[in-house]
């Protein structure tokens, strides 16, 4: 699924209503309905509502739903902020169909805003993505009374205040919705951490733009869904032994840390490699044994720590880096593992830790090698960024210039390929901030990698199974339950 920009956005709907075509006023109609049947849906008609407008075009989006809510029996309160003596056309359009049975309120200042009884849906209809300066004003008052009220407010496509594709100044006044229900297609602004209290859940509904547009234009932009993520799984066939589905390699594990190289192991067959050696250092191979027996080891000389890159040459699909430790012998092997392989590796954990400590190595990267960083581990690569805007920007950066993937974890983890392209992660939970579940997603892309699917498939297609499996886990135990081993039982193909 595509994510627009703002410019993008207009020129969709103005594509559609040229091209399917359909008249402005008509296609605020289609948006409006949209809405409402996600509405109805959530809450029952015994809920007073409360449908705050600006006169713009998001106003008279918000002037239609109210209409179709009073016709589907809601109780409904209009108010219109005059924040501005001019309407756009289809604001007044809206507004002469409300007809003589819906009045509404005017609020001119701080004096006329309302007193609203805690049952009451407040729905946001102020301000929409074209939004490109701080609000100010009577405005400002008013989204800080909506944020202020203990009522559940829903907001009409994106929350009035945020902007679509820029970051907001830190004291600019942004609703806080429950929910933002937004048309078409999702909104950068709803994928970065810094805007969570500014989106709340969000939903897409489908108002039937221009799937011509949608093909034909570029960006680089993109949210994994369901129908994104499958359509990379490569299917089985019949006569397929283990030899089909490659030899993974994956060297993890240090004293007090084997725990990493097990989680990383399962989850690396349960994605379905055909074969799997675990290079542990000594310490680690009973444990690699009893716990993993599917998986082969091989020990490396040195009794606590990785010292020696393993042998790779039937290796592919190649992970380094969950639980080694920074001993120098271990910044050794990793600068020998980069040389000798052949193909693509992930690079996880500690080992992010000694390329960031170790620059050098950076230029030893094989093409399309996948690291898979948190934020800090990020920093720690790239140096900081003052927002998640210019975090992106640096990922992008970053990766095509080490011709590298990057897979940024988070809430919804993006994954940023060698051409600058972003695609987000739909899957996933709170629930799994915890120990051990980086761990398992180093296995799961391994696994991807070994059986020979292009690294930025590996990527995205890792990044959503690992999330999916999550999300199950999460659905069986709870957030507060969850654990990393969790993630890895949940798996399924």
Same mark, same amino acid.
């Given at each position: 699924?595509?994510?627009?920009?703002?410019?993008?956005?207009?020129?969709?709907?103005?594509?559609?209503?040229?091209?399917?075509?359909?008249?402005?006023?008509?296609?605020?109609?289609?948006?409006?309905?949209?809405?409402?049947?996600?509405?109805?849906?959530?809450?029952?008609?015994?809920?007073?509502?409360?449908?705050?407008?600006?006169?713009?075009?998001?106003?008279?989006?918000?002037?239609?739903?109210?209409?179709?809510?009073?016709?589907?029996?809601?109780?409904?309160?209009?108010?219109?902020?005059?924040?501005?003596?001019?309407?756009?056309?289809?604001?007044?359009?809206?507004?002469?169909?409300?007809?003589?049975?819906?009045?509404?309120?005017?609020?001119?200042?701080?004096?006329?805003?309302?007193?609203?009884?805690?049952?009451?849906?407040?729905?946001?209809?102020?301000?929409?993505?074209?939004?490109?300066?701080?609000?100010?004003?009577?405005?400002?008052?008013?989204?800080?009374?909506?944020?202020?009220?203990?009522?559940?407010?829903?907001?009409?496509?994106?929350?009035?205040?945020?902007?679509?594709?820029?970051?907001?100044?830190?004291?600019?006044?942004?609703?806080?919705?429950?929910?933002?229900?937004?048309?078409?297609?999702?909104?950068?602004?709803?994928?970065?951490?810094?805007?969570?209290?500014?989106?709340?859940?969000?939903?897409?509904?489908?108002?039937?733009?221009?799937?011509?547009?949608?093909?034909?234009? /570029?960006? +680089?932009?993109?949210?994994?869904?369901?129908? #994104?993520? *499958? $359509?990379? @799984?490569?299917?089985?066939?019949?006569? %397929?032994?283990?030899?089909?589905?490659?030899?993974?390699?994956?060297?993890?594990?240090?004293?007090?840390?084997?725990?990493?190289?097990?989680?990383?192991?399962?989850?690396?067959?349960?994605?379905?490699?055909?074969?799997?050696?675990?290079?542990?250092?000594?310490?680690?191979?009973?444990?690699?044994?009893? /716990?993993? +027996?599917?998986?082969?080891?091989?020990?490396? #000389?040195? *009794? $606590?720590? @990785?010292?020696?890159?393993?042998?790779? %040459?039937?290796?592919?699909?190649?992970?380094?880096?969950?639980?080694?430790?920074?001993?120098?012998?271990?910044?050794?092997?990793?600068?020998?593992?980069?040389?000798?392989?052949?193909?693509?590796?992930?690079?996880?954990?500690?080992?992010?830790?000694?390329?960031?400590?170790?620059?050098?190595?950076?230029?030893?990267? +094989?093409?399309?090698?996948?690291?898979?960083?948190?934020?800090?581990?990020?920093?720690?690569?790239?140096?900081?960024? %003052?927002?998640?805007?210019?975090?992106?920007?640096?990922?992008?950066?970053?990766?095509?210039?080490?011709?590298?993937?990057?897979?940024?974890?988070?809430?919804?983890?993006?994954?940023?390929?060698?051409?600058?392209?972003?695609?987000?992660?739909?899957?996933?939970?709170?629930?799994?901030?915890?120990?051990?579940?980086?761990?398992?997603?180093?296995?799961?892309?391994?696994?991807?990698?070994?059986?020979?699917?292009?690294?930025?498939?590996?990527?995205?297609?890792?990044?959503?199974?690992?999330?999916?499996?999550?999300?199950?886990?999460?659905?069986?135990?709870?957030?507060?339950?969850?654990?990393?081993?969790?993630?890895?039982?949940?798996?399924?193909?």
């Amino acid at each position: 699924m595509k994510i627009f920009n703002v410019e993008q956005i207009r020129a969709m709907d103005a594509y559609t209503i040229a091209h399917e075509p359909i008249a402005s006023i008509d296609l605020m109609e289609r948006a409006s309905q949209a809405f409402v049947r996600w509405f109805c849906n959530q809450y029952v008609n015994t809920r007073p509502i409360a449908v705050f407008c600006g006169k713009g075009n998001n106003g008279g989006d918000g002037l239609a739903i109210a209409r179709i809510l009073s016709g589907c029996g809601y109780d409904v309160q209009v108010f219109i902020v005059e924040c501005t003596l001019n309407a756009t056309d289809d604001f007044r359009q809206n507004y002469s169909r409300l007809g003589s049975h819906l009045t509404p309120r005017r609020i001119h200042s701080e004096n006329d805003l309302p007193q609203l009884g805690n049952k009451v849906v407040c729905i946001d209809a102020l301000l929409g993505s074209g939004l490109s300066r701080p609000v100010e004003g009577l405005l400002s008052i008013v989204i800080q009374y909506l944020n202020e009220l203990p009522n559940r407010l829903v907001s009409v496509d994106i929350a009035s205040g945020l902007y679509t594709d820029q970051p907001n100044n830190p004291d600019d006044v942004v609703v806080k919705p429950k929910y933002t229900v937004t048309f078409q297609l999702p909104k950068l602004a709803f994928l970065l951490p810094q805007n969570a209290e500014y989106v709340g859940e969000w939903h897409v509904v489908d108002i039937g733009l221009s799937s011509r547009y949608m093909a034909e234009t /570029s960006t +680089p932009y993109y949210f994994t869904d369901k129908f #994104e993520a *499958e $359509k990379r @799984i490569k299917l089985r066939q019949k006569f %397929s032994h283990k030899g089909t589905f490659g030899h993974a390699v994956i060297v993890a594990g240090s004293y007090g840390k084997m725990g990493a190289a097990v989680l990383s192991g399962k989850a690396c067959l349960r994605s379905g490699v055909g074969l799997l050696t675990m290079h542990v250092p000594a310490c680690g191979y009973e444990i690699m044994q009893i /716990s993993v +027996p599917e998986a082969m080891a091989t020990v490396d #000389e040195m *009794e $606590k720590y @990785i010292s020696k890159a393993p042998d790779l %040459s039937s290796a592919t699909g190649i992970g380094i880096g969950p639980g080694i430790g920074q001993e120098t012998a271990t910044v050794k092997a990793l600068e020998k593992l980069l040389e000798q392989a052949k193909g693509p590796v992930i690079i996880d954990a500690d080992a992010l830790n000694i390329l960031s400590t170790n620059r050098h190595l950076l230029y030893k990267l +094989p093409k399309n090698t996948i690291l898979t960083p948190h934020p800090k581990e990020f920093q720690r690569l790239a140096g900081e960024s %003052s927002n998640e805007y210019e975090r992106l920007e640096k990922a992008q950066a970053f990766a095509a210039k080490y011709k590298i993937i990057i897979c940024l974890k988070g809430a919804n983890t993006a994954v940023i390929l060698p051409n600058g392209d972003v695609h987000f992660n739909s899957t996933g939970n709170p629930g799994m901030a915890t120990g051990g579940t980086g761990d398992v997603l180093t296995g799961v892309i391994t696994s991807l990698l070994a059986q020979k699917y292009d690294p930025a498939d590996a990527a995205i297609l890792g990044v959503y199974q690992h999330g999916l499996a999550g999300d199950r886990a999460a659905e069986a135990r709870g957030q507060t339950a969850l654990i990393a081993s969790d993630v890895v039982e949940h798996l399924g193909w």
